[in-house]
């Protein structure tokens, strides 16, 4: 079982940005693809962007030229730089891991607040 802790969430005003840490570890085997979704209360879950072990990213509409996703040199830590930060980007954002062996795994969330 992988598990994951985030990190990075905050409180920010309009144009502004943040960054977002996601740790993985727990797991003997290769993590291949990483992610973030969001949530907004009222709202569907959102797919944000994706990362595979290749790097091939992916990105939403909504977010594309302002979001980008990275992961660290180990493999195991996934990043989301969010720039010009929006109020519609406002949410709880979650991280997610896909090990090459067993279910996906899911960080606790961490909030994102945008507002002046």
């Known amino acids: 079982q992988v598990q994951l802790v985030e990190s990075g969430g905050g409180l920010v005003q309009p144009g502004e940005s943040l960054r977002l840490s996601c740790a993985a570890s727990?797991?003997?085997?290769?993590?291949?693809?990483m992610g973030w979704y969001r949530r907004t209360p009222g709202k569907e879950r959102e797919l944000v962007a994706t990362?595979?072990?290749?790097?091939?990213?992916n990105y939403a509409d909504s977010v594309k030229g302002r979001f980008t996703i990275s992961r660290g040199t180990d493999k195991n830590t996934v990043y989301l730089q969010m720039n010009s930060l929006k109020p519609e980007d406002t949410a709880v954002y979650y991280c997610?891991?896909?090990?090459?062996?067993?279910?996906?795994?899911w960080g606790q969330g961490t909030q994102v607040t945008v507002s002046s």
């Open positions: 990362i595979t072990k290749a790097g091939n990213t």
């Open positions: 997610y891991a896909d090990p090459m062996y067993g279910m996906r795994s």
């Open positions: 727990g797991s003997r085997f290769v993590i291949n693809a």
